[in-house]
């Protein structure tokens, strides 16, 4: 199925689902919180409240800055994006899961776009490391263009079946759904700006390559 068949409507209904599920464990800890603070109870109890609060508040500050960029319009803004920014906003988000993350930035221009090409791969490796790892990201400029590389390791580190049918233009066997439209609008996007955008499997490793993106974004 050609991405170019998918219906705008339900592309946009399950992105929308996806930014909701990412935003529901944080906005849970916030609301638990809360009312274990309306409730009489002791002051460890509280204090544990506060906590909870204050890191489920964190968490969903973070995923919200992220998704807006990834999924929102501040990614289709022209000229060149404040990588330092871009990283910390990413740092955060990433924070708030499981793996952590490193960048090997070297380039001068970092567009909008390439920010927003970025992030979406970054959703990827997220989902391949469930257990947690290292999201190692790497951004050059070529002869052939952009070069954006994602390498995930992490104990069970896991390219899922739906995710490579995305990025081979193959509509996964149970259909899209909120839980695999990501992978699909990242190759979307990456299309958009004239690259190709594929992944492979290894021990432990998993890695997302952009290449061929247009330097100019």
């Known amino acids: 199925m050609s991405t170019s068949m998918i219906d705008p ?5 399950y992105i929308a689902s996806r930014i909701c599920h990412d935003l529901v464990s944080p906005v849970s800890s916030v609301t638990n ?36 960029y990834a999924f929102g319009s501040i990614g289709l803004n022209s000229g060149a994006a404040d990588i330092h920014e871009a990283r910390k906003i990413t740092e955060n988000f990433v924070k ?25 791969m970054v959703l990827m490796a997220v989902d391949s490391l469930p257990r947690g790892g290292v999201i190692s990201v790497r951004i050059r400029n070529e002869a052939g263009g952009m070069t954006i590389t994602l390498t995930c390791k992490g104990k ?3 390219l899922r ?21 990501q992978p699909l609008f990242a190759k979307m996007i990456c299309d958009g700006l004239g690259g190709e955008l594929t992944a492979s499997q290894g ?15």
């Open 161 to 181: 079946p739906d995710a490579l049918k995305a990025l081979t233009n193959d509509e996964p066997e149970d259909g899209w759904r909120p839980e695999n439209i």
């Open 96 to 120: 708030s899961h499981r793996p952590s993350i490193e960048f090997d930035i070297q380039t001068d221009h970092l567009s909008f776009s390439h920010v927003r090409m970025m992030m979406n």
């Open 33 to 68: 919180a809360l009312d274990l603070l309306n409730d009489p109870g002791d002051m460890e109890m509280k204090a544990q409240a506060q906590a909870l609060l204050e890191d489920g508040a964190e968490k969903a500050g973070a995923r919200i800055q992220y998704l807006r």
């Open 156 to 158: 069970r580190a896991k």
């Open 9 to 13: 409507a339900r592309l946009s209904a």
């Open 203 to 217: 021990d432990d490793t998993v890695i997302f390559m952009a290449t061929g993106i247009r330097a100019e974004g």
